[in-house]
């Protein structure tokens, strides 16, 4: 989410060019950040996804 929110941020709004969505960047997040949300609630999240440096100050 944050590639997507940093492309939105650089003023660029679709998800273009090669292998790319075509979709609205911030469609993106909020479909993201949707389902981490609803994994969340419904206890199924599973996140296996590395750390960055940094991740537990964000988390």
Do not use: W
Not at 2 to 16: F, V
Not at 19 to 34: C, D, E, F, S
Not at 45 to 55: A, Q
């Amino acid at each position: 989410m944050e590639s997507h929110l940093g492309a939105q941020k650089a003023g660029q709004t679709i998800d273009d060019g090669p292998g790319k969505t075509v979709l609205p960047h911030m469609a993106i997040i909020r479909t993201n950040a949707a389902i981490l949300i609803d994994a969340e609630q419904m206890c199924g999240l599973t996140n296996d996804r590395s750390k960055t440096r940094g991740y537990d100050e964000f988390a």
